[in-house]
């Protein structure tokens, strides 16, 4: 079975906050403080970020995950020019209540296979502060990504590889990853054309409600491409749990 090494980089607060809370064997965290990069000592930092990240494995996924703020980008931007030419580049992006697939291609984005954000539209709430939204959403990412990188390395589900995974994320594309234990599909799903959608069902969860979760998706996806996995989990009993990775062109 192919393997890769999976970096995960939180770059400020929420993004180290999310990479801390992955709960993953195998894979490399490392979390870069903006607060050194302001520092009047801060040559010394950006000379610690290039030595590492000029000497990562080949052919490794890189995923940089931040807040969309001017501080962080600096910081992206330091990583990337580091990087060699061979890594795989993903960000994933929180930019609270906006939803980046409707507005233009960011030039930053150019660098990226794919672009996956997060609006938190689903943490954000009128009567509380965002900052709650920001607890409540960076634990569940990192469990997100802990669950990504367990199907693609340790439990591989029938249907999805490596394979499928670079013929969704190449070619630069913008996209959002969930993690659901159940799905609003009155929610705007249709925007995006293709995706891997990985289910994780209980051993006493009708087959029917998995083979309906699977043909919704299939029908709202606007190109209909869509590439699903399925595998039980004894612990779930009568639940399921989805992985949602959707994507469209810029």
Do not use: C
Not at 95 to 106: D, F, I, Q, S, Y
């Amino acid at each position: 079975m192919i393997s890769f090494t999976h970096i995960f980089v939180g770059i400020g607060n929420a993004g180290a906050r999310i990479v801390e809370g992955i709960r993953a064997e195998g894979i490399i965290k490392v979390t870069v403080n903006p607060a050194y990069y302001l520092l009047p000592s801060s040559e010394k930092y950006i000379q610690r970020l290039n030595s590492f990240f000029e000497s990562i494995p080949e052919n490794s996924f890189i995923w940089l995950i931040f807040e969309d703020k001017p501080l962080n980008h600096n910081l992206r931007e330091i990583i990337e020019t580091s990087l060699p030419g061979d890594t795989i580049r993903l960000a994933y992006v929180l930019t609270p209540k906006r939803e980046l697939v409707t507005n233009g291609k960011p030039e930053w984005a150019n660098n990226f296979e794919t672009v996956f954000y997060d609006s938190l539209w689903d943490f954000i709430r009128d009567d509380a502060p965002v900052s709650q939204a920001f607890g409540s959403a960076t634990e569940g990412i990192g469990r997100m990504f802990s669950r990504l990188y367990h199907y693609l390395e340790t439990q591989m589900l029938v249907n999805i590889d490596y394979a499928d995974l670079f013929n969704m994320i190449k070619g630069g594309n913008v996209g959002i990853l969930r993690l659901l234990r159940g799905v609003d599909f009155n929610w705007h799903w249709g925007l995006w054309e293709r995706g891997l959608i990985a289910l994780l069902v209980g051993e006493e969860a009708p087959l029917k409600d998995t083979h309906r979760i699977l043909e919704r998706f299939q029908k709202i996806l606007s190109e209909k491409d869509i590439i699903w996995g399925v595998v039980t989990d004894g612990d779930l009993q009568k639940e399921s749990e989805i992985l949602a990775l959707l994507v469209k062109r810029w």
